[in-house]
C-alpha cells in the first residue's frame, strides 16, 4: 500500500469513527434540501439577476479580476446563510434588494475599471446579502449543511460559467472599452439598472 | 481546471458523508385489502385482514385520478391503473396486501411492503398509449433522479473526466460506462442475477477508491490501468454500478410484462441525468480554463485525495454493515 494510499485510509477511518452508521445507498438518504438549497437562486428573479450582472460586471473586468470570485462570492453566500440562521437576521428589504441590482447595473453601463479588492467586497457583500434572502426558505426539518452546500454550488457554478461567458465575449485584453463587445456588454448593464429600478418602484408601490 | 474538479469532488464528497441516518425497525404485521371491481372503474373495498392499530390509520395512496372513500373506490373511465402506496408503511404496519378482482374475475395480487413501497397497476387492456405516457414520465423521472442523486455513481464518473481529460476518449470512456451499466441493469431487473445490496455498495465505494488511487498515480507521471484502458475501466465498474441502479427499480413491484419498457425508460432517465453532469463538469473546465483560475501547486493533490478519502470512507462504512449482517 502506497504513503497516499494510507494517508487516505487514514482519514477515512476518522471520519467512520466520527459518524453515525451510513445508508447502504447513498440514493436512499436525504439530499433532497442540497439540490433545494441548489435550485432556489435559480428560480428567484432577485438572485439569478445578482448573479447574472455580477458574473458580466467581473468578466468584463478581465480574468485576473474575476478569478477570485470563484471562491469570494460562494463563501459570501455561506457567511450570509450562517448568519442569518444563527442570528436569526431578517433578510433585507426589498428596496435595498432592488437598489443592489440598481447599482450593479450602473456599474457595468458605466464600465469602471474596478479594483480586485473592492470588486471582491462587493462580491461578498452581495453574497451575503443573498445567502440571509436564501434563509427564509429553511424550515426545521432542513439540513442546513446540505441547503448551504447546494446554495454555495449554485453560487459557485453560475457566477464561474457567466464570468467565463463575459470573459470570452468581451475580450478584455485584446479589445477596448468602446469596442461593439464593450458596448454590448454596458447596454446589458443598463437593462439591469432599468430592472432594479422597476423593482425599486415596485417596491415603494406595494 | 483543478479547481472545477476540487470543488465539485469536495461538494459530492460533503454531500455523502452528511447523510447517514440510523435505520428504524418496525413492527411485523400484514394487512390484506381486496378490491372488486363492481362495474367498470368502480370498485368495493374491505379489509379481509385489518392493520394491527385500524383500517383508519392507514394512509393508503391511489393513483390520483381514483377517488378512494372506502368502501368504494371509483376510477372513472381510465380504471384502476397507476401506482398505490401506502404512506405511513412502518409504523404500525410492515406490509400489506393489496387483491384486485376485475369484472371478468380476474385477481391480481400486489405486495406494498418497506422493500417495495409503490406497486403500479396496469389495466387488463394494457399497454395503452396512456399507459406508456405515464411510463415514461414515471421512470424517466427516476432515473434522473437517481442518477442526480446518487453522489457514488457522480463521484466515479468524475473521477474519469478527470483522467481521460475531455475529447473522444472521455465519449468512449462514458459511452462505456453506459453499455456496462446498462447491461448489468437489464440482467439483474429480469432477474438473471442477483446480488445481495450491502457488499455490492461496497464494491461501488471500491471501484471509486480505484480511481482515486488512479488519479494520484497520474499526477506522479505513472500510467495506471485507467488511463492506458479507459473504457476497459468504465464498462467493468459500469457492470457494477448497473447493479445497484437495479435496486432503484426492485423496490417498485413492476410487472413483468411491462418491466421492459419501465428499464429502458428508467435507463434513459440515468443517461439524460449522466449527461447533464458530464456537460456541467466540462463548462465549468472550460470556464476555469478561460479565468485561470486553478489551484496553487501545493494544492493540486487535494481533490485526488479528496475522492480517495471519501470513497474509502464509503467502502469502509460499508463493509462494517456487510460484516455486521454476516
Not at chain 1, 96 to 122: E, F, H, K, Q, Y
Not at chain 1, 165 to 178: C, K, M
Request: hydrophobic share 55%; aromatic share 6%; with cysteine.
Amino acid at each position: 500500500m502506497s504513503a497516499r494510499l494510507r494517508t487516505a485510509a487514514l482519514t477515512a477511518l476518522v471520519l467512520l469513527a466520527q459518524s453515525q452508521i451510513a445508508d447502504a445507498h447513498i440514493v436512499n438518504a436525504r439530499l433532497g434540501d442540497f439540490y433545494a438549497g441548489a435550485l432556489h437562486p435559480l428560480l428567484t428573479l432577485q438572485d439569478m439577476l445578482v448573479l447574472v450582472a455580477l458574473g458580466v460586471l467581473a468578466g468584463s473586468l478581465g480574468a485576473a479580476s474575476g478569478r477570485w470570485l470563484v471562491v469570494v462570492f460562494p463563501l459570501g453566500l455561506c457567511a450570509g446563510l450562517g448568519l442569518a440562521v444563527a442570528a436569526s437576521i431578517a433578510p433585507v428589504p426589498p428596496v435595498v434588494d432592488a437598489a443592489t441590482i440598481l447599482l450593479l447595473g450602473l456599474l457595468l453601463a458605466a464600465s469602471l475599471r474596478i479594483p480586485v479588492a473592492l470588486l471582491c467586497a462587493i462580491a461578498f457583500a452581495l453574497g451575503m446579502m443573498r445567502g440571509a434572502a436564501n434563509a427564509g426558505e429553511l424550515v426545521p426539518q432542513t439540513d442546513r449543511l446540505l441547503y448551504a452546500a447546494g446554495l454555495a454550488c449554485a453560487g459557485y457554478v453560475t457566477i464561474t460559467l457567466v464570468m467565463a461567458v463575459a470573459l470570452t465575449f468581451r475580450r478584455p485584453d485584446t479589445e477596448p472599452v468602446s469596442s461593439w463587445r464593450g458596448i454590448a456588454l454596458r447596454a446589458i448593464g443598463g437593462w439591469v439598472a432599468a430592472v432594479g429600478l422597476m423593482m425599486a418602484g415596485l417596491s415603494f408601490a406595494t | 481546471m483543478t479547481v472545477a474538479r476540487a470543488l465539485l469532488s469536495v461538494v459530492l464528497a460533503l454531500a455523502g458523508l452528511l447523510l447517514a441516518r440510523p435505520a428504524v425497525a418496525h413492527q411485523a404485521t400484514i394487512a390484506v385489502l381486496e378490491f372488486r371491481e363492481m362495474r367498470a372503474g368502480v370498485y368495493i373495498g374491505r379489509w379481509t385482514t385489518l392493520p394491527k392499530d385500524g383500517a383508519n390509520r392507514i394512509d393508503l395512496r391511489m393513483p390520483p385520478h381514483c377517488l378512494l372513500r372506502l368502501p368504494e373506490l371509483n376510477c372513472g373511465d381510465k380504471g384502476l391503473v397507476g401506482q398505490m402506496t401506502i404512506a405511513n408503511l412502518g409504523e404500525d404496519m410492515s406490509a400489506a396486501i393489496i387483491r384486485v378482482t376485475s369484472l371478468a374475475g380476474e385477481t391480481r395480487s400486489y405486495t406494498i411492503s418497506a422493500a417495495n413501497p409503490v406497486v403500479t397497476v396496469l389495466g387488463t387492456d394494457a399497454p395503452t398509449l396512456d399507459t406508456w405516457i405515464e411510463l415514461a414520465k414515471t421512470y424517466v423521472n427516476l432515473g434522473i433522479d437517481h442518477i442526480l442523486l446518487g453522489a457514488d455513481h457522480l463521484l466515479f464518473v468524475l473521477g474519469l473526466i478527470w483522467i481521460v481529460q475531455g475529447g473522444w476518449r472521455l465519449l468512449k470512456t462514458i459511452t462505456a460506462f453506459t453499455i456496462g451499466h446498462s447491461v448489468s441493469l437489464a440482467v439483474t431487473a429480469f432477474g438473471l442475477i442477483g446480488v445481495p445490496e450491502a457488499p455490492l455498495n461496497a464494491c461501488i465505494g471500491l471501484s471509486i477508491v480505484f480511481v482515486g488511487v488512479e488519479i494520484v498515480k497520474q499526477q506522479r507521471g505513472e500510467i495506471g490501468l485507467t488511463a492506458k484502458y479507459p473504457w476497459a475501466v468504465a464498462f467493468g465498474f459500469g457492470l457494477v454500478h448497473g447493479i445497484g441502479f437495479a435496486s432503484a427499480l426492485a423496490g417498485l413491484g413492476l410487472e413483468r410484462r411491462i418491466l421492459p419498457a419501465a428499464l429502458l425508460f428508467f435507463n434513459v432517465g440515468v443517461e439524460i441525468g449522466q449527461i447533464l453532469f458530464v456537460t456541467l463538469v466540462l463548462a465549468l473546465i472550460w470556464a476555469h480554463r478561460r479565468l485561470g483560475a486553478e489551484l496553487p501547486r501545493w494544492g493540486a493533490e487535494l481533490p485526488a485525495y479528496a475522492i480517495g478519502s471519501v470513497s474509502m470512507f464509503w467502502f469502509l462504512s460499508r463493509l462494517v454493515r456487510v460484516l455486521a449482517a454476516a
